[in-house]
């Protein structure tokens, strides 16, 4: 359901256009007046710290109140999977009051779930790994579909992603809102998503 996504943005339905696609081009392709869109998946277990991208978003949600450069249409954030902590943080969600950010968690059947991701402008990665050396099926999953990925460091992470190739990596909510901010603002994005294609 997106009908939140576009009552808070503002995004009009019309003869050929949909929430985020126009197909009066052949084959369609994505509406210039489409809000940033990022995506995560995780299982909702304490191994990943939300609170982090909670965080990120109150800010990103501020600058986008003030129409900085590159969320002027807003922000979607997509985060898919099932987990015990889910209803916890669609309840934090509800009490940050966002503006100009929509979070839309959602379960997606395994066919639907590459397209999603190939649809987003970057995905988001906050797995940290307790042994220091698993590595995060995720990130694969995003550089299967040609997307860029915003991933939390840790000593293994330099295995899939180095920072600002096919990614930005960060540390806590602070810098990855500069990496949304650097996302939003298509600071190296399409190179980034050349060298994540080249890498596939």
């Known amino acids: 359901d997106l009908e939140e996504v576009r009552s808070k943005l503002n995004i009009k339905l019309s003869r050929g256009k949909t929430t985020f696609t126009d197909s009066k081009f052949s084959p369609p392709c994505r509406r210039s007046d489409r809000p940033l869109m990022l995506m995560s998946s995780t299982s909702w277990t304490p191994d990943e710290d939300f609170s982090i991208l909670l965080s990120a978003l109150v800010s990103v949600d501020k600058r986008a109140k003030e129409g900085e450069k590159g969320l002027e249409k807003g922000v979607v954030v997509f985060v898919t999977g099932k987990g015990p902590l889910k209803e916890h943080y669609e309840g934090r969600v509800k009490e940050l009051g966002l503006k100009r950010v929509v979070v839309k968690t959602l379960w997606l059947e395994v066919e639907d779930y590459p397209k999603l991701i190939g649809e987003v402008d970057a995905g988001i990665s906050l797995h940290t790994s307790t042994s220091g050396?698993?590595?995060?099926?995720?990130?694969?999953?995003?550089?299967?579909?040609?997307?860029?990925?915003?991933?939390?460091?840790?000593?293994?992470?330099?295995?899939?992603?180095?920072?600002?190739?096919?990614?930005?990596v960060f540390q806590d909510s602070e810098e990855l809102e500069e990496c949304i901010m650097k996302i939003a603002r298509e600071e190296g994005v399409e190179l980034m998503r050349e060298r994540v294609m080249k890498g596939r």
């Open 133 to 168: 050396v698993d590595l995060p099926m995720k990130i694969l999953d995003m550089f299967g579909c040609g997307v860029p990925v915003l991933a939390m460091g840790f000593s293994a992470l330099p295995e899939l992603v180095t920072d600002g190739s096919n990614g930005l």
